[in-house]
Structure formats: structure tokens, C-alpha cells
């Protein structure tokens, strides 16, 4: 929830996300098949409340989450309703961008999510105030760090790092960018791509969809169990 790239080719699309969280926090549940709204929603749980951060329907439609949206917020405590369930609230509706367009996120802490859909890839975000939708072009590369963990600076560094990668990089396969989000700049344990500060907040586990033509892959690496979990689905 705190590092996401998408790289869009032209037959294949790969969503890849960093979840970097306090190690206090209980460990996520596995991705599984669950069932929203009558819709089939792949995702990871986070059994404390119960939402998630990386979410992929049967449609092939993705939504992941980050916490934050442009710029660091001051956390005011007493909101409504987890971010991660406001994920699912999305994911699970009929239709991800319409719903975003009636949604009411009063008293909902900032964050942004990065959907995939038929239309293309879209960036949504709430800053506490206002809700912002900007749609993104297709078959360019991009990549996000959470403004809550990242600085300004950091977040620029972090952008060099992706561009340099996808500029020597040809037709970039699933596992190259499992590596990228894995191994890039693993010396620096506060702002490379795998953190661990002082071992109270890490990066515990990588999540990557790839939807290439009618089926989704989902590969899921847990990084403490040095475990990793697929799931493969067709697109209805």
C-alpha cells in the first residue's frame, strides 16, 4: 500500500504493489476468492479491520491503495471508516469510477487509489477535502510512493530509480519487476524499495496481478514467511 507501479505493454498489464507496515500490526490473511456484491474480488485482509489494499475482480478490474493522498497529512484519529474498506466499497460496486463519482468520504483519513479498468488507469484521490480523478495515459509507465512514508525528495529519488529501470529494461517481465520492488536500492533500509526501519515499520509483503489477455495472475510474496501464494482466474 505504500509503493505501487504499474507497467502497461501492449498485450499485458502489470500491477505491482509494496506494503510497508508497522510490525505491531497482526499478520495480513492471505489473498482468496471472496465475495462482494455478487461479484468474485481477489484480495489480501488485513484482520484488524477487515479491508484491504490490493483488490482484482473478475472483470479484470484492479483497485490498490496507498495511504495519503498528494502531500503528508496530520493524522486527526475518529475517522468513519477504514481506507481499506472504503477499497472494498469501490471494487465491489457495479461500477468502480461511477461510484467514486457519489461516494461521500467525509471523515475518511486521505489516500489514493490507482485503478485499473476497461477504460484504462486511473489515479483517484481524497485529501481530507476534495476528491480528485485524473485519468492517465495508456502504455507509459508509472510509479507511486505513499506522501504518509516518502518525502518529496525521496518520492523524486524513488521515480529516478523506476525510470532508469524502464528505460534499460525491454519488454519487462512480471518477476524483473518482482525484482525491481524487491531489491532496488536494498542498502537503504529507510526509503528503498524494501524498507525496515528499526524494525518497527517494513515492507512485509509484494503483490503483483497480471491481466494479459483473457486470464489474471496473482502472485502474492510474503516476505516474512518467505512464502509466495498464486491465484489464476479467467476474465468473465
Not at 7 to 12: A, H, V
Not at 13 to 31: G, H, L, M, Q, W
Not at 189 to 197: K, V
Request: with cysteine; net charge positive; charged share 25%.
Amino acid at each position: 500500500m505504500c509503493t505501487v507501479s504499474v507497467i502497461q505493454c501492449k498485450y499485458k498489464i502489470i500491477v505491482t504493489s509494496n506494503r510497508d507496515e508497522k510490525t505491531s500490526r497482526p499478520a495480513a490473511i492471505k489473498p482468496k476468492v471472496h465475495a462482494l456484491n455478487k461479484k468474485k474480488v481477489i484480495f489480501p485482509k488485513d484482520p484488524r479491520s477487515g479491508g484491504s489494499w490490493f483488490t482484482v475482480d473478475d472483470q479484470a478490474n484492479i483497485a490498490v491503495l496507498l495511504n495519503g493522498a498528494e502531500e503528508k497529512h496530520d493524522f486527526k484519529g475518529g475517522y468513519r471508516k477504514s481506507r481499506g474498506l472504503i477499497l472494498l466499497d469501490i471494487i465491489g460496486s457495479n461500477s468502480p469510477l461511477k461510484f467514486w463519482e457519489h461516494i461521500d468520504l467525509k471523515n475518511i483519513e486521505p489516500f489514493t487509489i490507482v485503478l485499473v479498468d476497461k477504460t484504462g488507469l486511473h489515479e483517484l484521490q481524497w485529501n481530507g477535502t476534495n476528491k480528485k480523478h485524473s485519468r492517465l495515459e495508456n502504455d507509459k509507465h508509472y510509479i507511486w510512493s505513499s506522501a504518509t512514508l516518502y518525502s518529496k525528495t525521496t518520492k523524486e529519488k524513488r521515480e529516478q530509480w523506476f525510470k532508469d529501470f524502464t528505460k534499460d529494461t525491454k519488454n519487462i517481465s512480471p518477476k524483473e519487476i518482482l525484482d525491481f520492488h524487491q531489491e532496488t536500492q536494498i542498502g537503504d533500509q529507510e526509503n528503498g524499495l524494501q524498507i525496515n526501519r528499526q524494525n518497527l515499520t517494513k515492507t512485509l509483503s509484494i503483490t503483483q496481478c497480471v491481466v494479459q489477455k483473457n486470464m489474471i495472475k496473482i502472485n502474492y510474496l510474503d516476505l516474512n514467511e518467505r512464502q509466495s501464494h498464486n491465484h489464476t482466474c479467467f476474465i468473465i
